[in-house]
Protein backbone atom coordinates (compact mmCIF):
# COMPACT_ATOMS: atom_id res chain seq x y z
CA UNK A 1 0.00 0.00 0.00
CA UNK A 2 1.04 3.23 -0.80
CA UNK A 3 2.49 5.83 2.18
CA UNK A 4 1.03 9.41 3.16
CA UNK A 5 2.37 11.26 -0.47
CA UNK A 6 2.69 15.15 -0.38
CA UNK A 7 3.99 17.24 -2.82
CA UNK A 8 5.74 19.30 -3.87
CA UNK A 9 9.16 18.22 -2.16
CA UNK A 10 10.76 21.11 -2.23
CA UNK A 11 9.63 25.13 -2.43
CA UNK A 12 11.22 28.04 -2.95
CA UNK A 13 9.45 31.09 -2.48
CA UNK A 14 10.18 34.95 -1.42
CA UNK A 15 8.42 37.07 1.56
CA UNK A 16 4.72 38.08 1.04
CA UNK A 17 3.84 35.57 -1.25
CA UNK A 18 1.63 32.54 -1.03
CA UNK A 19 1.89 28.46 -1.26
CA UNK A 20 -0.54 25.92 -0.69
CA UNK A 21 0.95 22.04 0.07
CA UNK A 22 -0.84 19.04 -0.53
CA UNK A 23 -1.19 15.79 1.25
CA UNK A 24 -2.94 12.58 0.29
CA UNK A 25 -3.28 9.98 3.06
CA UNK A 26 -3.03 6.25 3.41
CA UNK A 27 -6.32 4.88 1.50
CA UNK A 28 -8.88 4.37 3.87
CA UNK A 29 -7.54 6.96 6.26
CA UNK A 30 -9.88 9.67 7.23
CA UNK A 31 -8.06 11.98 9.23
CA UNK A 32 -5.46 13.99 8.14
CA UNK A 33 -2.92 16.66 9.89
CA UNK A 34 -0.46 19.20 9.26
CA UNK A 35 2.99 19.99 11.54
CA UNK A 36 5.70 22.32 11.24
CA UNK A 37 8.94 21.23 11.76
CA UNK A 38 12.06 23.67 12.38
CA UNK A 39 15.76 22.36 12.14
CA UNK A 40 16.21 21.22 15.52
CA UNK A 41 12.57 21.01 16.55
CA UNK A 42 10.38 18.17 17.16
CA UNK A 43 7.33 18.54 14.47
CA UNK A 44 4.78 21.29 15.99
CA UNK A 45 0.84 20.87 14.80
CA UNK A 46 -0.63 23.32 13.13
CA UNK A 47 -4.19 21.63 12.14
CA UNK A 48 -6.00 18.42 12.12
CA UNK A 49 -9.16 17.56 9.75
CA UNK A 50 -11.35 14.51 10.10
CA UNK A 51 -14.22 13.75 8.13
CA UNK A 52 -13.71 17.18 5.92
CA UNK A 53 -14.24 19.44 9.78
CA UNK A 54 -11.62 20.97 11.54
CA UNK A 55 -10.89 19.25 14.82
CA UNK A 56 -8.07 20.66 16.26
CA UNK A 57 -5.94 23.70 15.64
CA UNK A 58 -2.51 24.66 16.99
CA UNK A 59 -1.11 27.60 18.33
CA UNK A 60 -0.43 29.54 14.38
CA UNK A 61 -1.64 32.92 12.96
CA UNK A 62 -5.01 32.99 10.78
CA UNK A 63 -2.09 33.37 7.52
CA UNK A 64 -2.69 29.46 7.76
CA UNK A 65 -5.54 27.63 6.71
CA UNK A 66 -6.33 24.25 5.71
CA UNK A 67 -8.68 22.06 3.62
CA UNK A 68 -9.65 18.47 3.58
CA UNK A 69 -11.50 17.25 0.42
CA UNK A 70 -14.35 14.11 -0.14
CA UNK A 71 -11.23 11.88 -1.81
CA UNK A 72 -9.51 12.95 2.09
CA UNK A 73 -6.42 14.53 0.84
CA UNK A 74 -5.76 17.89 2.38
CA UNK A 75 -4.07 21.27 1.03
CA UNK A 76 -2.39 23.41 3.69
CA UNK A 77 -1.96 27.11 2.62
CA UNK A 78 0.18 30.11 3.84
CA UNK A 79 -0.30 33.73 2.58
CA UNK A 80 1.75 36.43 3.51
CA UNK A 81 4.83 34.27 3.89
CA UNK A 82 7.73 35.20 6.31
CA UNK A 83 10.55 34.25 6.95
CA UNK A 84 10.36 32.36 10.17
CA UNK A 85 7.90 29.90 7.83
CA UNK A 86 10.45 28.41 6.27
CA UNK A 87 10.58 24.85 7.86
CA UNK A 88 9.73 20.83 6.85
CA UNK A 89 6.18 20.93 6.71
CA UNK A 90 4.66 17.41 7.47
CA UNK A 91 1.50 15.67 6.70
CA UNK A 92 -0.23 12.43 8.73
CA UNK A 93 -2.74 10.62 8.35
CA UNK A 94 -4.74 8.37 10.72
CA UNK A 95 -7.38 5.98 10.75
CA UNK A 96 -9.80 7.40 12.21
CA UNK A 97 -9.99 10.88 14.58
CA UNK A 98 -8.59 11.67 17.43
CA UNK A 99 -5.99 10.37 19.48
CA UNK A 100 -4.56 8.09 16.87
CA UNK A 101 -1.02 6.61 15.80
CA UNK A 102 0.14 9.14 12.67
CA UNK A 103 1.53 8.12 9.70
CA UNK A 104 3.70 10.64 8.41
CA UNK A 105 4.79 11.63 4.96
CA UNK A 106 8.35 12.44 3.76
CA UNK A 107 7.50 16.61 4.09
CA UNK A 108 7.77 19.40 1.76
CA UNK A 109 10.46 21.66 3.06
CA UNK A 110 9.92 25.13 1.92
CA UNK A 111 12.00 28.24 1.84
CA UNK A 112 11.36 31.82 1.74
CA UNK A 113 14.00 34.17 1.04
CA UNK B 1 -0.05 24.96 28.13
CA UNK B 2 0.71 21.09 27.76
CA UNK B 3 3.96 20.21 26.78
CA UNK B 4 6.35 17.76 26.60
CA UNK B 5 9.90 17.92 27.46
CA UNK B 6 13.03 15.50 26.32
CA UNK B 7 16.30 16.26 28.63
CA UNK B 8 18.47 14.64 26.23
CA UNK B 9 19.01 16.25 23.03
CA UNK B 10 22.21 14.42 22.42
CA UNK B 11 23.08 11.11 23.53
CA UNK B 12 26.17 8.58 22.20
CA UNK B 13 26.27 5.19 23.29
CA UNK B 14 28.87 1.83 22.18
CA UNK B 15 26.65 -1.06 20.66
CA UNK B 16 25.44 -2.89 23.65
CA UNK B 17 25.02 -0.32 25.95
CA UNK B 18 21.59 0.18 27.46
CA UNK B 19 19.52 3.18 26.62
CA UNK B 20 17.05 5.15 28.29
CA UNK B 21 15.64 8.41 27.23
CA UNK B 22 13.27 10.63 29.79
CA UNK B 23 10.49 12.32 28.47
CA UNK B 24 8.05 14.33 30.73
CA UNK B 25 5.06 16.32 29.74
CA UNK B 26 2.76 18.46 31.71
CA UNK B 27 -0.14 18.00 31.64
CA UNK B 28 -3.07 16.96 34.61
CA UNK B 29 -5.76 14.61 32.75
CA UNK B 30 -5.95 12.21 30.93
CA UNK B 31 -3.18 11.12 28.27
CA UNK B 32 -1.94 9.15 25.19
CA UNK B 33 1.71 8.68 24.85
CA UNK B 34 3.49 7.88 22.29
CA UNK B 35 7.80 7.35 20.68
CA UNK B 36 7.84 8.32 17.41
CA UNK B 37 11.76 7.26 15.27
CA UNK B 38 13.08 8.86 12.37
CA UNK B 39 15.98 6.96 11.12
CA UNK B 40 18.73 9.25 8.75
CA UNK B 41 16.62 9.16 5.32
CA UNK B 42 13.18 7.84 6.67
CA UNK B 43 10.03 9.30 7.43
CA UNK B 44 8.54 9.60 10.84
CA UNK B 45 7.58 6.24 12.11
CA UNK B 46 5.66 4.62 15.04
CA UNK B 47 7.77 3.12 17.95
CA UNK B 48 5.44 2.24 20.86
CA UNK B 49 2.10 3.65 22.12
CA UNK B 50 0.22 3.79 25.57
CA UNK B 51 -3.30 4.49 25.79
CA UNK B 52 -4.25 2.29 28.80
CA UNK B 53 -3.68 -0.47 30.65
CA UNK B 54 -0.51 -2.47 31.70
CA UNK B 55 2.05 1.07 32.26
CA UNK B 56 5.08 -0.94 30.80
CA UNK B 57 4.57 -1.01 27.00
CA UNK B 58 6.77 -3.08 24.42
CA UNK B 59 7.49 -1.49 20.94
CA UNK B 60 9.40 -2.75 17.79
CA UNK B 61 13.03 -3.61 17.62
CA UNK B 62 12.96 -4.05 21.35
CA UNK B 63 12.29 -0.99 22.97
CA UNK B 64 9.96 -0.25 25.75
CA UNK B 65 8.76 2.41 27.62
CA UNK B 66 7.14 2.87 31.29
CA UNK B 67 4.51 5.30 31.89
CA UNK B 68 4.51 6.62 35.43
CA UNK B 69 1.59 8.72 35.99
CA UNK B 70 2.36 10.00 39.21
CA UNK B 71 5.86 11.51 37.92
CA UNK B 72 4.57 12.70 34.76
CA UNK B 73 6.63 10.17 32.70
CA UNK B 74 6.93 8.19 29.54
CA UNK B 75 10.98 7.17 29.36
CA UNK B 76 11.99 4.94 26.68
CA UNK B 77 14.38 2.16 26.92
CA UNK B 78 16.76 -0.32 25.28
CA UNK B 79 18.24 -3.41 27.40
CA UNK B 80 20.91 -3.26 24.41
CA UNK B 81 21.34 -1.07 21.73
CA UNK B 82 22.59 -1.41 17.40
CA UNK B 83 23.99 0.53 15.46
CA UNK B 84 20.91 0.52 13.51
CA UNK B 85 19.23 2.54 15.99
CA UNK B 86 21.18 5.39 15.50
CA UNK B 87 17.84 7.66 14.72
CA UNK B 88 16.04 10.97 16.47
CA UNK B 89 13.50 9.83 18.88
CA UNK B 90 10.83 12.09 19.17
CA UNK B 91 7.85 11.31 22.00
CA UNK B 92 4.32 12.92 21.65
CA UNK B 93 0.90 13.14 23.72
CA UNK B 94 -2.85 13.86 23.16
CA UNK B 95 -4.68 14.56 25.53
CA UNK B 96 -7.94 11.97 25.62
CA UNK B 97 -10.67 14.83 26.06
CA UNK B 98 -11.04 18.00 24.71
CA UNK B 99 -9.44 20.47 21.97
CA UNK B 100 -7.47 18.39 19.61
CA UNK B 101 -4.01 18.81 20.11
CA UNK B 102 -0.61 16.18 19.38
CA UNK B 103 2.66 17.34 21.14
CA UNK B 104 6.00 16.65 20.43
CA UNK B 105 8.92 16.97 22.09
CA UNK B 106 11.94 18.81 21.18
CA UNK B 107 13.64 15.25 20.32
CA UNK B 108 16.27 13.40 20.66
CA UNK B 109 19.67 12.47 18.71
CA UNK B 110 20.52 8.80 19.20
CA UNK B 111 23.99 8.10 17.86
CA UNK B 112 25.27 4.35 18.29
CA UNK B 113 28.60 3.45 17.81
CA UNK B 114 30.26 0.32 16.36
Known amino acids: DAGVTQSPTHLIKTRGQHVTLRCSPISGHKSVSWYQQVLGQGPQFIFQYYEKEERGRGNFPDRFSARQFPNYSSELNVNALLLGDSALYLC????????????FGPGTRLTVL | AQSVSQHNHHVILSEAASLELGCNYS??????LFWYVQYPGQHLQLLLK??????LVKGIKGFEAEFIKSKFSFNLRKPSVQWSDTAEYFCAVTRTSGTYKYIFGTGTRLKVLA
Open chain 1, 92 to 103: ASSPLGKFDTQY
Open chain 2, 50 to 55: YFSGDP
Open chain 2, 27 to 32: YGGTVN
